[in-house]
């Protein structure tokens, strides 16, 4: 069975750009979670989302937005890109079943985001 | 104060000792997730609980619902259990966020 695939793996953007970063979850998983890793931070939530909805949503400003398509697939975008946007991004997919939330995760190697 | 809080920060040990790295946390949860990662690896999930104990080879994790406290042991440490230990938990308080802390940073010496 096929892992969780998160693309592009490295990235080089410069500020004021955009960025759409993917995650392609396990397959039958309906549940994906996006997260941003930076060395001071830790890992920090940004959305999840489930059969198409997102389901929660952290604490980043509106330049951080995300989707999921009916194939569960799952894209990020970071519009408006700051130098304090550089960071690993990284996506978790979750076998969510009937009762919520009860699923373990299961991570992709992260997309690398360096902004200049 | 954090929702969920890990100790040590950080740990030092030789191989062969045994390690504790501790979690609490202070919100209602569905269940609890221990994690590992690598320097410049990926995450990996270790366990998943919601109750009692689990154990995988030289990994132990228990949890104490009542008391909002979980450990993860390892026995027989080695050299490559040298990682980033995180303790993650399913708030019920927040919509089932998963609400994470911030890590354990584990070092083992030969």
């Known amino acids: 069975k096929a892992g969780v695939t998160q693309t592009p793996r490295y990235l080089i953007k410069t500020r004021g750009q955009q960025v759409t970063l993917s995650c392609s979850p396990i397959?039958?998983?309906?549940?994906v979670s996006w997260y941003q890793q930076t060395p001071g931070q830790g890992l920090q939530f940004l959305f999840e989302?489930?059969?198409?909805?997102?389901?929660n949503k952290g604490n980043f400003p509106g330049r951080f937005s995300g989707r999921q398509f009916s194939n569960s697939r799952s894209e990020m975008n970071v519009s408006t890109l700051e130098l304090g946007d550089s960071a690993l991004y990284l996506c978790?997919?979750?076998?969510?079943?009937?009762?919520?939330?009860?699923?373990?995760?299961?991570f992709g190697e992260g997309s690398r985001l360096t902004v200049l | 104060k954090n929702e969920v809080e890990q100790s040590p920060q950080n740990l030092t040990a030789q191989e062969g000792e045994f390690i504790t790295i501790n979690c609490s946390y202070s919100?209602?949860?569905?269940?609890l997730h221990w994690l590992q990662q690598h320097p410049g690896g990926g995450i990996v999930s270790l366990f998943m609980?919601?109750?009692?104990?689990k154990k995988h080879g030289r990994l132990i994790a228990t949890i104490n619902i009542q008391e909002k406290h979980s450990s993860l042991h390892i026995t027989a440490s080695h050299p490559r259990d040298s990682a980033v230990y995180i303790c993650?938990?399913?708030?019920?308080?927040?919509?089932?966020?998963?609400?994470w802390g911030a890590g354990t940073k584990l070092i083992i010496k030969p």
């Open positions: 978790a997919s979750s076998p969510d079943g009937r009762v919520r939330n009860t699923g373990e995760l299961f």
């Open positions: 397959s039958g998983h309906r549940s």
């Open positions: 989302y489930f059969s198409e909805t997102q389901r």
């Open positions: 919100v209602g949860i569905s269940a």
């Open positions: 609980l919601s109750s009692g104990k």
């Open positions: 993650a938990v399913r708030s019920m308080d927040s919509n089932y966020q998963l609400i």
